[in-house]
């Protein structure tokens, strides 16, 4: 297994969390923001986010898989879901990357039942051309090609989550 160069820098994903965190703390001015984080992956995302976003908010998760190794399954399991009451809440969900968007889609979904005030998505990495299910995403960090990525949160086989740049990963053969 061999994890390559950094394709994202830890200086360019601080600077771009920055970034994202400055439009969301105007766009939130004055809301009730409830940052939702889709664990395990977006856990240094969303810690990362939360520090560097100017305005009150409140921190709730959803653990949630499809991903089988590298392919994924397309079937989405909820193992914990947000406590905190959503009605008259901003809810900004906040991904670690969305590929297929099978995932988010089916959180999103499930997040509307519960009638948010308002509901955005948040993902450091976008994979378009993977997309199966268009979803609308509000703030991109980065759009990366079809590729295998790891670190800052993203893992193989539940490795790699602690580095704190992101690299393409390959699997020897
Ligand atoms: P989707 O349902 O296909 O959009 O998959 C989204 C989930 O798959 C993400 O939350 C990640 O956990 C995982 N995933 C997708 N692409 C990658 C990748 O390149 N590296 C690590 N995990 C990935």
Do not use: W
Not at 34 to 40: D, E, K, P, S, T
């Amino acid at each position: 297994m061999v994890v390559g160069k950094p394709i994202f820098t830890v200086e360019q994903i601080q600077g771009r969390v920055r970034e994202l965190a400055e439009v969301i703390s105007n766009d939130y001015e004055g809301k009730n923001l409830l940052a939702v984080g889709i664990l395990r992956g977006a856990f240094m995302f969303l810690s990362d986010l939360v520090r560097a976003i100017q305005v009150p908010l409140t921190v709730d998760f959803v653990v949630a898989g499809s991903y089988m190794k590298e392919s994924t399954t397309g079937e989405v399991k909820v193992y914990y879901d947000v406590r905190e009451d959503v009605k008259e809440r901003d809810v900004l969900l906040v991904e670690d990357i969305v590929d297929t968007g099978i995932t988010l889609n089916h959180i999103r979904e499930r997040m509307l039942l519960k009638r948010p005030r308002s509901l955005k998505i948040c993902t450091l990495l976008d994979k378009k051309e993977k997309r199966l299910v268009d979803i609308p995403l509000d703030y991109v960090g980065f759009q990366i090609p079809n590729e295998f990525v790891v670190g800052y949160g993203l893992d193989y086989d539940n490795r790699y989550r602690n580095l704190p740049y992101i690299a393409a990963f390959r699997k020897t053969i």
